[in-house]
């Protein structure tokens, strides 16, 4: 079939280390991040159809995507940093041939599309130096932007006075020993979130116990595993807390009441994304529920999806939950436009909400970087379809366009990006917060 649209290209962190031969150590990109010192490039012949497969991070992901674009007469792919040749400049990468990942010789990609969730600092340096190379070959672009820190996030949402009543209040952690004053401020508790965090890792509630009898602190670590400790005083929590957070920088915000009769955390989670006009679109919509006395509703963390109009109903009844959807997408859409006004162009941006009892509405996340499991896990076939669709359709548009495509890490504005976000009196406000208490 003749190939009609740019070529489109998922960046992956590879779940596998590459292979490598002995006497081609110094030729091509790989993991180290030191260029003319990487391991070799990945040829065809190392990878079975079942090793490819394994190797994906998101592998029905990417198959939905390759998938759509044959549809679509266009070509995607996945690859990752070691598939590139550094001194002949070629492309290795993943393709759906007859429903089977084949590694295979690439065309250079028009648009990258970032999926991206590195372990250490030494894969982001080499997937960076990796990249600077591509373009040096062919001038790519991204396809999708990524968000800059948590508080310039939220800073700038409270720019838009609609959004502000949905903003938890935040601040940036400075020192363990304020904790104990701030317990008592917000005697629900605290929770404390990295402050580049993802997936609900390295979450915790901080509680004082009944009749003041020492402090409790729940939630996940670093890779994911729940976690419950208890301090006998101030002292002991401070000690702990300070390792916790060194090097690393956290904040702060109350518990938010965040769950449904049956005490498990829930959150609402809306998929906008751009369509072939390059208008935002909403793509779907779903609950993410978690288990019973715990932190977090993440998918990752083991929580499961509901339909989001079903969840909301059991507790608010049809005719009220429909309208806290459209408030929801409502939202979302003023919330896109805001961050894409800010921080540049975007095709595809999630944000999850949290729903009090009462019915209050609460913005807690926005990601650049959305799965779709959630759709698929509820069997909304129709979202699920558009959520792969919908990011080549606009790749297409983007294209076709007569004027030069803005990059997506320029301000749509024009204006220059503010990296330089100040904290006023040491409170940051943030957009994230993991569903909690």
Not at 47 to 70: D, M, S, V, W
Not at 83 to 104: A, S, V
Not at 225 to 237: C, G, M, P, T
Request: charged share 25%.
């Amino acid at each position: 079939m003749k190939q009609a649209g740019p070529v489109v290209a998922i960046l992956y962190s590879a779940r596998s280390k590459p292979a490598s031969r002995p006497n081609e150590q110094n030729n091509r990109s790989g993991h180290n991040g030191q260029l003319g010192q990487e391991s070799v490039c990945r040829e065809p012949e190392n990878c079975e159809p079942e090793e490819c497969e394994a190797e994906l991070a998101e592998p029905q992901l990417c198959r939905e995507i390759a998938a759509a674009a044959a549809s679509l007469g266009m070509t995607a792919y996945a690859f990752s940093t070691p598939d590139f040749e550094k001194r002949t400049g070629k492309l290795y990468g993943l393709c759906l041939k007859e429903n089977k990942w084949i590694r295979q010789s690439v065309p250079l990609p028009d648009f990258v599309l970032d999926r991206r969730f590195p372990a250490t600092l030494a894969e982001k340096q080499s997937s960076a130096a990796m990249l600077e190379l591509l373009r040096r070959r062919k001038g790519w672009e991204w396809l999708n932007g990524s968000l800059p820190s948590k508080p310039e996030v939220l800073l700038r949402l409270k720019e838009q006075p609609e959004l502000t009543p949905l903003l938890p209040p935040s601040m940036l952690f400075r020192s363990a020993a304020s904790l104990p004053r701030l317990l008592r401020r917000y005697p629900q508790g605290l929770v404390l979130k990295p402050a580049s965090g993802m997936q609900g890792r390295g979450i915790i509630a901080i509680k004082t116990l009944n009749l003041r009898k020492g402090y409790e602190i729940a939630g996940k670590n670093r890779s994911n595993r729940s976690i419950r400790r208890l301090f006998a005083d101030e002292e002991e929590l401070t000690v702990w807390l300070e390792r916790w957070t060194r090097g690393t920088a956290y904040l702060l915000q109350p518990c938010l009441l965040l769950r449904d009769a049956d005490n498990r955390p829930f959150d609402i989670r809306i998929l906008l994304q751009k369509n072939e006009t390059g208008a935002w679109s909403f793509t779907g919509a779903a609950a993410r529920v978690g288990a019973a006395g715990r932190l977090t509703s993440n998918l990752h963390g083991g929580g499961k999806a509901e339909h989001a109009l079903s969840k909301l109903s059991a507790s608010f009844g049809k005719k009220k939950s429909r309208e806290l959807l459209t408030t929801l997408k409502e939202a979302s859409q003023l919330a896109a436009t805001c961050i894409e006004g800010a921080f540049g162009r975007f095709c595809e941006l999630a944000f999850d909400f949290g729903v009090e009892p009462t019915g209050k509405l609460w913005l807690l996340e926005a990601n650049s970087k959305p799965g779709r499991q959630s759709f698929r896990h509820i069997g909304d076939a129709e979202a699920q379809a558009l959520s792969a669709l919908r990011p080549l359709l606009y790749a297409r548009s983007l294209a076709g366009r007569t004027m030069p495509v803005l990059p997506a890490s320029q301000s749509a504005t024009g204006r220059a990006l503010r990296r330089d976000i100040p904290v006023r009196n040491g409170a940051a406000a943030l957009n994230v917060q993991e569903v909690h208490r």
